[in-house]
């Protein structure tokens, strides 16, 4: 069970678009559509912005969305803000009550 | 409205065991559709997930872990604990607990959904 692989960084300008990729394997991203992204900013707990690939828990901005083909998953924010700045990272079920997480992607504004 | 709050030793020296609870407070840990996390995150790394209680009281663990961890539950069904043996510097991190929701279409289904704010041990003599 190998980590899944994010870009270390990814950057943009204030009301841009910027996607994170998540590559797994047939044995994990591939098998289940049970991608998860999470946001975590310096010093706190991360929370929960996308789960099953694409759907938004209440309350997280319509500006995050998520989708997958194949054994990579993506996150993409839509009008990057300032306070979107933080790491993110994907996580994955992987069968058999076991989950695997990417290694995570800061996120930094121009 | 739920919550996870860790606790346990902050120092923990090598070799030693390393044990941490998990109180959950809102809910039952043997609610029928959650599953209970221990994550962890080593200074400037990325987060590791180190294994999950089911709601019956199974555990699954990751298999580079496996030999050192146990995840259990607390009799008063409102805690769970999880202890690693073992412990050398590489252990050192923020251990964070978290509640996954196991029902597919459910709000947060096989994701971490509620975390705790965790704690920090850290593996020296």
């Known amino acids: 069970q190998s980590a899944l692989t994010q870009p270390a960084s990814v950057s943009g300008s204030r009301g841009q678009s910027i996607t994170i990729s998540c590559t797994g394997t047939?044995?994990?991203?591939?098998?289940?559509?049970?991608v998860s992204w999470y946001q975590q900013h310096p010093g706190k707990a991360p929370t929960l912005l996308i789960y099953?690939?694409?759907q938004r828990p209440s309350g997280v901005s319509d500006r995050f969305s998520g989708s997958q083909s194949g054994n990579t998953a993506s996150l993409t924010i839509s009008g990057l803000r300032a306070e979107d700045e933080s790491d993110y990272y994907c996580?994955?079920?992987?069968?058999?009550?076991?989950?695997?997480f990417g290694g995570g992607t800061r996120v930094t504004l121009l | 409205q739920m919550q996870l709050q860790e606790s346990g030793p902050g120092l923990v020296k090598p070799s030693e065991t390393l044990s941490l609870t998990c109180t959950v407070s809102?809910?039952?840990?043997?609610?029928?559709?959650?599953?209970w996390a221990w994550i962890r995150q080593s200074p400037g790394k990325g987060l590791e997930w180190v294994g999950s209680?089911?709601?019956?009281?199974?555990?699954y663990y990751s298999p580079s872990l496996k030999s050192r961890v146990t995840i259990s539950a607390d009799t008063s069904r409102s805690r769970f604990s999880l202890k690693m043996s073992s412990v050398t510097a590489a252990d050192t991190a923020v251990y964070y607990c978290?509640?996954?929701?196991?029902?597919?279409?459910?709000?947060?289904?096989?994701?971490?959904?509620?975390w705790g704010q965790g704690t920090t041990v850290t593996v020296s003599s």
């Open positions: 978290a509640r996954t929701t196991m029902a597919v279409t459910s709000p947060g289904s096989y994701a971490m959904d509620v």
């Open positions: 809102g809910a039952s840990i043997r609610g029928s559709i959650y599953y």
């Open positions: 209680l089911s709601h019956s009281g199974s555990s």
């Open positions: 047939g044995s994990d991203v591939g098998s289940f559509n049970l």
């Open positions: 099953e690939v694409s």
């Open positions: 996580c994955s079920y992987a069968g058999a009550s076991t989950w695997v």
